[in-house]
């Protein structure tokens, strides 16, 4: 994937985040409305689920993969609202220390990591987000962690061309935008525990 054809992808991403936000917004209004004009019923009540799962991750996939220059920033309370309603939607939990306003691209980087750490937990587990002066450290905790080496390794390498399944693309962005920010990403990989700071 050369540079260019990365910043498209990005672009699309941005484009197809922005025009879903609005139609799942209407249908979820529409849902309230039908919940207030009589008695609400499973099946409206599995509705409004479904839409607020989906809202949820439109919002994280927006800073995820959309498109994101240096300048850009997201407010705390924002990113950690990305984050509290994202957790609703997957097995782990997520905790995150963000004591000020993030630059976009660092946003877009932890949010990578958490899903590269989502594939590892199937089972359950516990993700922390944390800042030591200017780095990040996100670690993530279970029981049981189901690594894949070939994916993690891609975390610390150049950004290639290699395979690799459309349900792990985050692993091959993650040393992207890591370059993009002039960082080093450093992977520890235990039996309940993987960290990585950045």
Not at 91 to 105: D, K, N, Q
Not at 108 to 116: A, F, G, R, S, T
């Amino acid at each position: 994937m050369t540079d260019t054809t990365h910043d498209l992808a990005a672009l699309i991403g941005s484009r197809i985040c922005h025009d879903l936000i609005s139609p799942l917004g209407a249908i979820g209004n529409g849902v309230e409305l039908l919940s207030l004009a009589g008695k609400p019923s499973e099946e409206v009540a599995l509705i409004s689920e479904s839409v607020a799962s989906a809202s949820a991750r439109i919002r994280f996939f927006r800073v995820a993969y959309g498109a994101s220059v240096q300048d850009q920033h997201i407010a705390r309370n924002e990113f950690l609202s990305i984050l509290q309603d994202y957790q609703k939607t997957s097995r782990v939990r997520i905790y995150c220390s963000a004591s000020e306003t993030l630059p976009r691209t660092i946003a877009k980087l932890i949010l990578l990591l958490v899903q590269c750490f989502e594939t590892a937990m199937p089972f359950r587990g516990t993700i922390t987000i944390s800042q030591d002066d200017k780095r990040w450290k996100v670690s993530g905790c279970a029981e049981k962690l189901r690594v894949n080496p070939d994916l993690w390794e891609i975390l610390s390498a150049t950004p290639g061309n290699g395979d690799i399944r459309p349900a792990d693309v985050q692993f091959a962005i993650v040393p992207r935008v890591v370059l993009e920010l002039g960082r080093t990403l450093t992977l520890k990989i235990c039996d309940q525990c993987i960290d990585v700071i950045v």
